[in-house]
């Protein structure tokens, strides 16, 4: 049987070995508020887990959130902004969650240090904090970005997307900088997902031309999905990533995956590439033991990456004094 680790301790080793890798990021570095606003990062984490204790789901909304800020514009709170032609009105982005948080959290900065946290820094620690509150690592998160003066629905179009192949991914992820190990790290996030039934449920009839399901779903996950998503029922149903522990950041989803329970196209592919199938099988190969504690160690390193993404600083974009709008 495989000794569990406390979670402080993983906590401990994450925050001792990434807070060389918070402060090389450039532009970017941790406590950037510690003069400006003390408690900003506190007020943040009130906020998240305000929330959080209302609907533990919210956490993957968050996240998710500062994911598809950063794949778009970089992480400049972009999202954010409300609009017909808004970036959060594109197809990718209709589904997102989690904008009263960050509204939440910018509405009692303002009250606290007027016009000194952006709003990309706010998305960028609450995903910390949404991560670190379903019983996942935490870490330190280089601040200092400023908030993005450009919004386009147009610029959406290269999210990735549920029915991506493994070369798209790959693709995409390149764009941004990111390799095949960040890929599959952050696609890990999914552990505490949901998705729309609309968005795999072409996997479940049909899917062959012989008008069989996707072959390489497990036969007893698939029944368990045309129940949860019958043919002609209805595509907004909810349904969660990992069928096992769906609040819970751990590495139960990567296990889902290697077991043919995968719930979209994109992230069962990770398995049929050898490079991320070799990713996979290493986060999946233990409960929450050495591995799990690899996994813990290895998002927080992936996540800093990608929410350095084309950050602006310096005297670059705004600050802005409501999140869903330009000053």
Known sequence: MVQMEPKWL???????????????QEGLKTGFYSSSCPKAEAIVRSTVESHFNKDPTIAAGVLRLHFHDCFVQGCDGS???TGASAERNALPNLGLRGFDVIDDAKTQLEASCPGVVSCADILALAARDAVDLSDGPSWSVPTGRRDGRISSSSEASNLPSPADSIAVQRQKFAAKGLDNHDLVTLVGAHTIGQ??????????YNFTPTGNADPTINQ??????????????????????????????DVSFFKNVRAGNGVLESDQR?????????????YAGSVRGLLGVRFDFEFPKAMIKMSSIEVKTGAQGEIRKICSKFN
């Open 79 to 81: 999202v954010l902004i």
């Open 270 to 282: 990770l398995l049929g590439d050898g490079e991320t199938q070799r990713i996979v099988q290493n």
């Open 10 to 24: 993983v906590v401990l080793v994450v925050i001792l070995g990434l807070n060389w890798l918070a402060e090389t």
């Open 220 to 249: 007893a996950f698939l029944a368990q999905l045309q129940a949860l998503c019958p043919k002609d029922g209805d595509g907004s149903k909810r349904v969660a990533l990992d069928k096992d522990s769906q609040t819970k950041f």
């Open 195 to 204: 998705t729309g039934c609309l968005f795999f449920r072409y996997r479940l």
